[in-house]
């Protein structure tokens, strides 16, 4: 039998420990956003804590052989995966949806696995079959409404939905490497009038003056961080209203993990005015948080997607994610790619009415990914 128990933040299960569980082949560039070193990144630096509706409560399997990253939540902010409909409903009816649970990497709607299973585990069935049981009796221990599994793979959507859970699909914007040696390789794979407007925007950006330094590694400062951080609480304030991660995030970040952090920075005039963090391993570059300070034609285009491309294509890599929302990345290469989230909750009368509601929203999201395929920017077959 496993004995699973709740570890209330990843200094208490310390690196070695998590990053057996999360990069059990050993990879030299395993996936940025299940590594300890992110997770840390959040918690230490407040980002992701009580004080902020991201209260650690980690699902650990025995010895640390596996684990479920998760936060007790005062609300449903920074998910991506929106469910406060869910919320009202219940309480209309007299019920309280907070505290819940939420499995997930804060703010990060990357997916990957959830479930990190470490090679002393034994069968990774069973021990995934485990901590989802103990999801559902933590939801009772904690007093929660409900626990939501958010951007897990499509193996572990569907065990999950074995288990018992509600399945959600939703999707995201992907641009895939078709072997292209260069981005005019992968502009001459466009059709005539998409391939002209993506040379009419980058050409729009060069005669605004605007350059752009790629920055990988230690050639990344605190200075780089103190500007970026600019951009970001600029655009995210106006976006969202407060931005979620804090100054301390990225230093930490850069201190611990600069090897798989691309900062693209723009600049006009020998001053930086606009950035795109990204974070890439496992042969996939990840679009992340962006930010501008002035105004450019086209300049979010360039700074977080065709940059993007150009430094996919020179390493190699197979992907890149661009994170969500946003169908006019669309027009830019990226093509819809499905999501997956899991929900347990708790009530009867809302997880009836919330299954039913899943049903029907399965079969219309996956006809508009089937619309969106087939307006792509590609030239069509034959």
């Not at 509706?53 to 640390?64: A, I, K, R, S, T």
Request: charged share 20%; net charge neutral.
């Amino acid at each position: 039998m496993h004995s699973v128990k709740i570890v209330p933040g990843v200094a208490q299960i310390g690196a070695e420990a998590w990053n057996r569980c999360a990069n059990p082949q050993g990879l030299a560039d395993p996936h940025p956003f299940t590594r300890h070193e992110f997770f840390a990144a959040l918690e230490d630096s407040g980002s992701a804590s009580a004080e902020t509706g991201w209260q650690p409560c980690h699902l650990v399997l025995g010895d640390d052989e596996a684990i479920l990253p998760t936060y007790l939540k005062s609300h449903s902010q920074g998910e991506y995966v929106f469910d406060h409909s869910w919320a009202q409903a219940l309480e209309q009816a007299g019920g309280d949806y907070y505290p819940k649970l939420q499995a997930c990497v804060p703010f990060t709607p990357a997916p990957g696995r959830r479930f990190l299973i470490g090679p002393g585990a034994g069968s990774g069935a069973s021990a995934r079959a485990a901590l989802l049981e103990a999801g559902v009796a933590a939801v009772k221990r904690m007093h929660a409404s409900s626990l939501h599994i958010t951007f897990l793979t499509e193996e572990e959507w569907r065990a999950a939905g074995d288990a018992g859970y509600l399945l959600r699909t939703d999707q995201q914007f992907h641009w895939h490497n078709q072997g292209y040696r260069d981005f005019a390789d992968f502009l001459s794979a466009l059709s005539s009038n998409k391939r002209k407007m993506l040379r009419k925007e980058r050409e729009a950006v060069r005669a605004a003056g605007v350059e752009f330094d790629l920055l990988t590694g230690r050639d990344i400062t605190e200075p780089h961080w103190d500007r970026f951080f600019e951009f970001y609480m600029d655009t995210g304030g106006r976006k969202w209203g407060h931005p979620y991660l804090n100054r301390a995030f990225f230093s930490r970040l850069g201190a611990t993990m600069a090897d798989q952090i691309l900062l693209v920075m723009a600049k006009r005039g020998g001053r930086y005015i606009a950035g795109a963090l990204n974070l890439f391993g496992e042969g996939i570059l990840y679009g992340r948080n962006w930010g501008t300070v002035e105004f450019v034609p086209f300049l979010h285009f360039e700074t977080c997607y065709y940059q993007a491309i150009e430094f996919a294509i020179a390493r190699g890599f197979s992907k890149v994610e661009a994170g969500a929302q946003g169908a006019h990345k669309l027009l830019r290469g990226y093509m819809p790619e499905p999501t997956y989230s899991a929900h347990y909750i708790l009530h009867p009368g809302l997880r009836r009415a919330v299954d039913d509601f899943l049903i029907r929203e399965r079969v219309a999201v996956a006809e508009h990914r089937r619309d969106l395929s087939e307006h792509g920017p590609f030239k069509k077959n034959g």
